[in-house]
């Protein structure tokens, strides 16, 4: 993860700030509402954001039957994300395009590390008790200790939900700073709320105001694993939470929307809520990810699309 910004400290938890915030949750439907609609991309500038968000992208399996083989297929799409003669087509027959990240569970981050060797795209790891983060808090520091010694630069944590629902702050403040001791500076740490869990708007703000206190790098919306995912109405509340935190410190947190993101029209709209709620720092990989699989897949036959006028088959833009 590289970055023009000064990593985020941290600070003391200030319990007044987290108490007072309250969200609004019509005005939220309203804002969000317009997203989609406000700001549209044709042509060559839609064929432009679409790169931009291949770019940005956590190429992730987390699956239960991951293998080392399925790790290598991915990290070679990790490489060449996109066709070069499309690449080609589209005006940029040299540039090197490539995912942002790849993110996996600690028992593949050798395989991962291994296979983009040579690269400069790091490998971010899952940890701290993923998904549901109910392991002894012990355990939890030792994943995290696992997956750096195997090479990860990045690594996903989750919080316990039960600070958030229970309104312990203190609590959740505390263990995301070990957390972020235990990432020290050999790898960035993105913050997972599991907002679905999460019990409101208002507490969704909390919390994401807590863990940039306590230090994260990024926030982050989900496992992928809850019922409720991604939506834009938790990634408004939490890019807000991040412009605040911008004004009252001076520091930049970054946002990972992360479960369901499976369309290029999706990944447009993310894009635009960054650029029109946190400008367009937040529109580059040092501050903005998106947690997607199949995403990619769309993503590529949009911009096919783009050059012949046609869809491709599936088949025709493999994942390895």
């Not at 208002?202 to 409720?228: H, N, P, R």
């Not at 938790?234 to 009252?248: D, K, Q, S």
């Amino acid at each position: 993860m590289t970055s023009k910004n000064t990593r985020n400290p941290g600070m003391p938890l200030n319990l007044d700030w987290v108490l007072r915030a309250h969200i609004n949750r019509s005005a939220v439907e309203r804002r969000v509402a317009t997203i989609p609609t406000r700001r549209t991309v044709k042509k060559e500038w839609q064929a432009a954001w679409l790169l931009r968000a291949i770019t940005c992208m956590d190429l992730t399996t987390l699956s239960g039957d991951d293998t080392p083989g399925r790790v290598r297929r991915l990290c070679a799409k990790a490489r060449q994300p996109v066709r070069p003669d499309m690449l080609g087509k589209l005006g940029f027959p040299n540039q090197d395009v490539t995912v942002g990240a790849v993110c996996v569970y600690p028992s593949r981050v050798k395989d991962a590390v291994e296979a983009l060797k040579g690269s400069n795209i790091p490998v971010a790891s899952v940890a701290a008790g993923f998904p549901a983060g109910q392991t002894p808090l012990p355990q939890r520091i030792a994943e995290i200790e696992q997956a750096i010694e195997s090479g990860a630069r990045e690594i996903d944590i989750v919080i316990t939900r039960t600070h958030v629902l229970t309104g312990d702050w203190q609590s959740l403040y505390d263990e995301i700073c070990q957390f972020r001791k235990t990432c020290g500076d050999a790898a960035h740490m993105k913050t997972i709320l599991a907002t679905g869990d999460l019990g409101t708007l208002t507490q969704i703000y909390q919390a994401s105001l807590v863990v940039m206190m306590a230090g994260s790098d990024f926030i982050k919306t989900s496992t992928g694993k809850e019922e409720v995912n991604a939506t834009l109405e938790f990634g408004l509340v939490m890019t807000r939470a991040i412009r605040e935190y911008h004004e009252i410190t001076g520091f930049k947190v970054g946002f990972k929307p992360a479960g369901g993101i499976s369309k290029a029209k999706q990944a447009l709209a993310w894009q635009a809520l960054m650029k029109e709620e946190l400008g367009d720092d937040w529109l580059m990989p040092g501050l903005f990810r998106i947690g997607a699989s199949s995403l990619l897949t769309d993503l590529e036959r949009q911009l096919y699309h783009f050059i012949t006028g046609h869809y491709a088959a599936r088949h025709h833009m493999p994942m390895g």
